[in-house]
């Protein structure tokens, strides 16, 4: 199957410092990158769609000017938490996906942000 | 390497049928196993798995861990064509509350 690298796996920042996360598709364009949030015990929650060379769909409630997303490119998003704080850490996934929207999206491993 | 399989990838099947969905694992420090639904957006979750032998089950679907062997099945019975998706598995670290390794999913399609 399609291969999604996601890296940082883990990453520990101070409050007030801005952190930024890749997500990449290895052997394939991903045309379309989601991006999630996961809370302990919960499912995900997406955050954001992107297509390639567009501006990010962010769900309701999502702040846009606080998770920045760039799909600069058909194989890499990036999402960045700006000004992180405590209440920012969790787990956060992307997922890619090729084509249509009817074709199927692949997941990175996912990122732990803990902010201190 | 921790990996997590899930088989078959894609799946056919007319609506009424029964399908079992498959889901191995080699994972340090297992914790848990979680199965999602995804369609087209966000996977909803399912079932959390911790124990063997134990069968977690709403309504058409159930689900069961055996961690002897290392794996998880996810059946669902007199399917329709809303169950037509992608399951996710999923399985937890022991040492973490958040991280997960993914399995690739298979995509179920129930035809009328």
């Known amino acids: 199957g399609a291969v999604v690298s996601q890296h940082p796996s883990w990453v520990i920042c101070k409050s007030g410092t801005s952190v930024k996360i890749e997500c990449r598709s290895l052997d394939f364009q991903a045309t379309t990158m989601f991006w999630y949030r996961q809370f302990p015990k919960q499912s995900l929650m997406l955050m954001a769609t992107?297509?390639?060379?567009?501006?990010?769909?962010?769900e309701q409630g999502v702040e846009k000017d606080k998770f920045l997303i760039n799909h600069a490119s058909l194989t890499l998003s990036t999402l960045t938490v700006t000004s992180a704080h405590p209440e920012d850490s969790s787990f956060y996934i992307c997922?890619?996906?090729?084509?249509?929207?009817?074709?199927?999206?692949?997941f990175g491993q996912g990122t732990r942000l803990t902010v201190v | 390497e921790d990996k997590v399989v899930q088989s078959p990838l894609s799946l056919v099947v007319h609506e009424g049928d029964t399908v079992t969905l498959n889901c191995s694992y080699e994972?340090?420090?297992?914790?848990?196993l979680l199965w999602y639904k995804q369609e087209k957006k966000a996977p909803t979750f399912l079932f959390m798995l911790t124990s063997s032998g134990i069968e977690k089950k709403s309504g058409r679907l159930s689900s069961i861990l055996d961690k002897k062997e290392l794996f998880s099945i996810l059946n669902i019975t007199a399917t329709q064509t809303g169950d037509s998706a992608i399951y996710l598995c999923a399985v937890k670290f022991m040492d973490s509350n958040y991280q997960l390794i993914w399995g690739a999913g298979t995509k179920l399609i129930i035809k009328p």
């Open positions: 994972v340090t420090n297992f914790r848990s």
């Open positions: 997922s890619a996906k090729q084509g249509t929207m009817n074709t199927e999206a692949f």
């Open positions: 992107s297509n390639e060379g567009s501006k990010a769909t962010y």
